[in-house]
């Protein structure tokens, strides 16, 4: 590890909660959080996260307690996540939009020792909350919460003598079948990414950024929350996604850095359709990440703000940050830029053997952004962690002669048909290329012979003219490779998508199968 990222490590604090605690010194009066008109201090964060850290003492939480937080974002969620950090226990943020199923399936994995939802910002919450019985509490300097009842077989976790090495979060990962898998994510995991953000994307405490993204999920908590407010800079935090809400939030708040998922720049897109002129404002940095970015999308951004589209890659193993775009050195295409400062990359072939530059390759990573591991599942960890550290990630990149990586896909996405590799990502940009397409996802199924068949799922722009399938098809004749063409070409409504506007497509796997034996086996 280079001298740098050791210096980086050794300034970061010991626990999450350092973080209000240091702007509490230094920068007392400084806003750290705004939301609906009411602004935070960096003071006022602090105190409110030292007095619900003596409620939450007080109220049975214990170090080594999972603290389950069933929310949209909020000053609140914030205030309880720093709380848990100052008492050792880990904290377990849940999207509240979320099932009943879903919440309950986290719930008895985790074993929380109390279950707390933010009612006062989240209608969903608070079904959650009325469903699980709670009482109704005014957290001192945040509002109202609801708190469930204490959990009294739940077992405390080990404590490590380290701060920086205990457990801070417990999040769970997007599954479509099975149990969820909770990833243990340790303080030094967490405000190591906090600090590597802030440094790449130059970060100082006179910046705005927008935290719309779900601090339920790793990006959102991360990146966004934990990165902005690491830098002394100011976190306009907003519940859900609406672009209008955010071309308001660019306007009046001057923001300076909106990180998003491509899916919110697609529906700013589709709904701005050229009205604003967003290359007149504060803005100084945007960016995209959580899932994989079209040539076609980044584009149409950079058009509309009139600024370069940087791009990134994670994981929430790896907490999630493992590359990202410079701000010295934009880039044209939709690499992921290089691997940050302090994290080490591989790419290897299937049986782990490292491969020449520009070769195609299972990524491979190590640094203080690997997880500690699954919780309850040493096996599972054993099977992604190896005994030097090094995270197989699962996903298909290559590397060019600069060290930018590119991103290919899944290795379990991989599409093999009449023995040639078909990347979907690949088969999505072209898609993506139509003018009537919003967004697109493809899967491969079963096909005749032990091969497979590529699916194409689409969401239509609803401004533009809507082609049938067959133009779809005739689209991407000369765009793609025969063997690359997709077999059916689907229209959706609307994608099944995570809360952070991930497409789910384990559910359009399953739907793909649907399709084909209904189409074997009509009824009649």
């Known amino acids: 590890m280079s001298g740098s990222t050791n210096l980086l490590l050794d300034s970061l604090p010991q626990r999450l909660s350092g973080i209000p605690e240091r702007w509490a010194?230094?920068?007392?009066?400084?806003?750290?959080?705004?939301?609906?008109?009411?602004?935070?201090?960096?003071?006022?964060?602090?105190?409110?996260?030292?007095?619900?850290?003596?409620?939450?003492?007080?109220?049975?939480?214990?170090?080594?307690?999972?603290?389950?937080?069933?929310?949209?974002?909020?000053?609140?969620?914030i205030v309880l996540i720093f709380a848990a950090a100052r008492i050792d226990a880990w904290i377990v943020n849940v999207n509240a939009r979320l099932s009943a199923?879903?919440?309950?399936?986290?719930?008895?994995?985790?074993?929380?020792?109390?279950?707390?939802?933010?009612v006062s910002v989240?209608?969903?919450?608070r079904a959650h909350a009325e469903r699980g019985g709670a009482l109704a509490h005014q957290l001192t300097g945040v509002g109202e919460i609801a708190v469930g009842a204490l959990n009294e077989t739940c077992s405390v976790e080990p404590v490590c003598a380290s701060g920086s090495e205990q457990v801070a979060a417990l999040i769970y990962t997007t599954g479509t079948t099975g149990l969820p898998k909770g990833v243990m994510l340790t303080h030094r995991n967490l405000l190591f990414i906090a600090a590597s953000s802030s440094q790449v994307r130059g970060l100082v405490p006179g910046d705005r950024a927008y935290g719309v993204l779900p601090i339920t999920h790793?990006?959102?908590?991360?990146?966004?929350a934990l990165g902005t407010l690491y830098a002394g800079a100011t976190l306009y935090l907003a519940a859900r996604y609406s672009p209008a809400a955010l071309l308001q939030a660019i306007r009046d708040d001057k923001l300076t850095i909106i990180q998003g998922v491509p899916a919110m720049y697609a529906r700013l897109l589709e709904y701005d359709k050229g009205r604003q002129d967003l290359a007149q404002t504060s803005l100084r940095f945007i960016y995209a990440g959580g899932s994989p970015l079209d040539s076609t999308l980044k584009l149409e951004t950079e058009r509309l703000f009139g600024r370069t589209l940087h791009?990134?890659?994670?994981?929430?193993?790896?907490?999630?940050?493992?590359?990202?775009?410079?701000?010295?050195?934009?880039?044209?295409?939709?690499?992921?830029?290089?691997v940050i400062p302090g994290v080490e990359a591989r790419i290897v072939d299937s049986q782990g053997a490292d491969l020449p530059q520009d070769e195609p390759g299972e990524l491979w990573v190590r640094g203080p952004n690997v997880m500690k591991g699954y919780y309850r599942d040493e096996a599972l960890t054993a099977r992604t962690i190896d005994a030097q550290g090094w995270l197989n990630?699962?996903?298909?990149?290559?590397?060019?002669?600069?060290?930018?990586?590119?991103?290919?896909?899944?290795?379990?996405?991989?599409?093999?048909?009449?023995?040639?590799?078909?990347?979907?990502?690949?088969?999505e940009a072209a898609l993506n290329a139509h003018p009537a397409v919003a967004q697109s996802a493809v899967v491969g199924r079963p096909g005749h012979g032990g091969n497979e068949e590529v699916v194409a799922f689409v969401e239509l722009d609803p401004t533009q003219p809507a082609p049938n399938e067959q133009s779809l098809h005739d689209w991407l004749v000369s765009r793609l490779s025969p063997y690359k063409r997709p077999s059916q070409i689907v229209v959706m409504q609307a994608m099944p998508a995570a809360a952070t506007g991930k497409i789910l497509k384990g559910q359009l796997k399953e739907l793909a199968q649907r399709l084909l034996k209904e189409e074997l086996h009509p009824e009649p």
């Not at 199923?101 to 933010?118: C, L």
């Open 311 to 338: 791009n990134g890659y994670g994981m929430t193993e790896s907490s999630p940050t493992i590359s990202q775009t410079r701000l010295d050195a934009p880039r044209s295409d939709t690499s992921v830029g290089s």
């Open 25 to 77: 010194q230094q920068t007392p009066e400084a806003i750290a959080l705004c939301q609906d008109g009411v602004a935070f201090t960096f003071q006022q964060l602090a105190q409110a996260s030292i007095q619900a850290a003596q409620w939450l003492r007080d109220s049975g939480v214990r170090p080594g307690d999972r603290l389950m937080v069933v929310a949209e974002n909020c000053i609140a969620q």
């Open 393 to 427: 990630t699962g996903d298909l990149v290559r590397q060019d002669s600069d060290g930018a990586l590119f991103l290919i896909g899944r290795s379990k996405e991989l599409i093999i048909r009449s023995g040639f590799n078909v990347y979907p990502i690949e088969v």
């Open 101 to 118: 199923a879903e919440v309950d399936a986290i719930g008895d994995h985790s074993q929380p020792r109390r279950i707390i939802y933010t």
């Open 122 to 125: 989240s209608a969903e919450a």
């Open 218 to 224: 790793v990006f959102g908590l991360a990146s966004v």
